[in-house]
C-alpha cells in the first residue's frame, strides 16, 4: 500500500485545515487508515483513525469535537477535516495504514501501522 498525504499549512488559531490521504496498491484488504502527529521535540501521538469501510471512527480526546475523518471509496482518498484548530495541533501529520484487524488500544499505536505516507507539516499561529 502507497499513501499520499497532503494539505498542509499555515492557518490562524481557530481556523480550518482538510488534509487527504490517498491509498494507492493493495487497498483490497480490511484495515484501518490513521492519523498521526508529531509535535518539534515530542513523540508521535494518534490523532484519528477509520475502518476501511468508513463505519467506525475513532479520536484522541484532544481533537473529539473539532476533527472529523472520513474516507471516500471512489478514490480511495481518506480525508481529516481539522476545524478550531489551536497552537498545539502544531505539528508534522502523517497517515498510515493498517492491514489486520485489532482491539481499539492497539489502533491507537503507532507501532502497530504497516505502511506510512510522508508527512505534511500543519502549523497553528496564535
Known amino acids: 500500500v502507497q499513501l499520499q498525504a497532503s494539505g498542509g499549512g499555515l492557518v490562524q488559531d481557530g481556523g480550518s485545515l482538510r488534509l487527504s490521504c490517498a491509498a494507492s496498491g493493495r487497498t483490497s484488504s480490511p484495515y484501518y487508515m490513521g492519523w498521526f502527529r508529531q509535535a518539534p521535540g515530542k513523540e508521535r501521538e494518534f490523532v484519528t483513525a477509520i475502518t476501511w469501510g468508513g463505519s467506525t471512527t475513532y479520536y484522541a480526546d484532544s481533537v473529539k469535537g473539532r476533527f472529523t475523518i472520513f474516507r471516500v471509496n471512489a478514490n480511495n482518498t481518506v480525508y481529516l477535516h481539522m476545524n478550531s484548530l489551536k497552537p498545539e495541533d502544531t505539528g508534522v501529520y502523517s497517515c498510515?495504514?493498517?492491514?489486520?484487524?485489532?482491539?481499539?488500544?492497539?489502533?491507537?499505536?503507532?507501532?502497530?501501522?504497516?505502511?506510512w505516507g510522508q508527512g505534511t507539516l500543519v502549523t497553528v499561529s496564535s
Open positions: 498510515a495504514a493498517r492491514t489486520r484487524w485489532g482491539t481499539e488500544p492497539t489502533i491507537r499505536s503507532p507501532y502497530n501501522y504497516d505502511y
